[in-house]
Nanobody, 114 residues
Framework: QVQLVESGGGLVQPGGSLRLSCVASGSIFSINAMGWYRQAPGKQRELVAT???????NYAGSVKGRFTISRDNAKNTVYLQMNSLKPEDTAVYYCNTVPNTVYWGEGTLVTVSS
């Protein structure tokens, strides 16, 4: 059974940092590309960061230079280090394969506000 469990979200002030984690079931983690997605209130879900098994990464323009995606294949875990957070980063963050499967976790809420 496919399972994705995200954690690490919370309330942070503008300019602050958070580190998100996502533990994926083995069957899904064996897929080459994993990514972090986010969905802000009233907006469609968007892909913000991608990483493949070899370590190549790609970022949406809105987060490039501020977010860093990484993965630990031994732990079936993907991370998202978020620095210099802005109010517009407020969203529920999810991980999934790239392109995404139909299986979504509950996500983790990130709120950037003073």
């Amino acid at each position: 059974q496919v399972q994705l469990v995200e954690s690490g979200g919370g309330l942070v002030q503008p300019g602050g940092s958070l580190r998100l984690s996502c533990v994926a079931s083995g069957s899904i983690f064996s897929i080459n590309a994993m990514g972090w997605y986010r969905q802000a209130p009233g907006k469609q879900r968007e892909l913000v960061a991608t990483i493949i098994r070899g370590g190549y990464t790609n970022y949406a323009g809105s987060v490039k230079g501020r977010f860093t995606i990484s993965r630990d294949n031994a732990k079936n875990t993907v991370y998202l280090q978020m620095n210099s957070l802005k109010p517009e980063d407020t969203a529920v963050y999810y991980c999934n394969t790239v392109p995404n499967t139909v299986y979504w976790g509950e996500g983790t809420l990130v709120t950037v506000s003073s």
